[in-house]
């Protein structure tokens, strides 16, 4: 069983940056790959970005490319996510999650475990 708490979100004016943090509990994380969701009200939870098992191969949604990057420290169970250049369309409640496999995976359906969320506001 693998939980996740995130934690970095908040109130941030258009422009900014957020560092999202998720750390795991669980002997499968160094396994699996792991990603970011987002949830805005009234809209479906979207990707946002995922990377494998051992950090070597990411992926982002085309709306978050070269602003959002993805990243992991196996050492510390923990899975991170820089955001940059922050835009009011970004304001979601935003969710880490965890396969049970090692690959990169950009559906939801392919998440087995998912955290409670974290809420990022920005302000324009």
């Known amino acids: 069983q693998v939980q996740l708490v995130e934690s970095g979100g908040g109130l941030v004016q258009a422009g900014g940056s957020l560092r999202l943090s998720c750390p795991a509990s669980?002997?499968?994380?160094?396994?699996?790959?792991m990603g970011w969701f987002r949830q805005a009200p009234g809209k479906e939870r979207e990707f946002v970005a995922t990377?494998?098992?051992?950090?070597?191969?990411?992926a982002h949604a085309d709306s978050v490319k070269g602003r959002f990057t993805i990243s992991r420290n196996n050492a510390k169970n923990t899975v991170y996510l820089q955001m940059n250049s922050l835009k009011p369309e970004d304001t979601a409640v935003y969710y880490c999650a965890g396969t049970s496999g090692p690959l990169v995976a950009t559906s939801a359906g392919a998440y087995r475990y998912w955290g409670q969320g974290t809420q990022v506001t920005v302000s324009s």
């Open positions: 990377i494998n098992w051992n950090g070597a191969t990411t």
């Open positions: 669980g002997p499968t994380f160094n396994r699996n790959a």
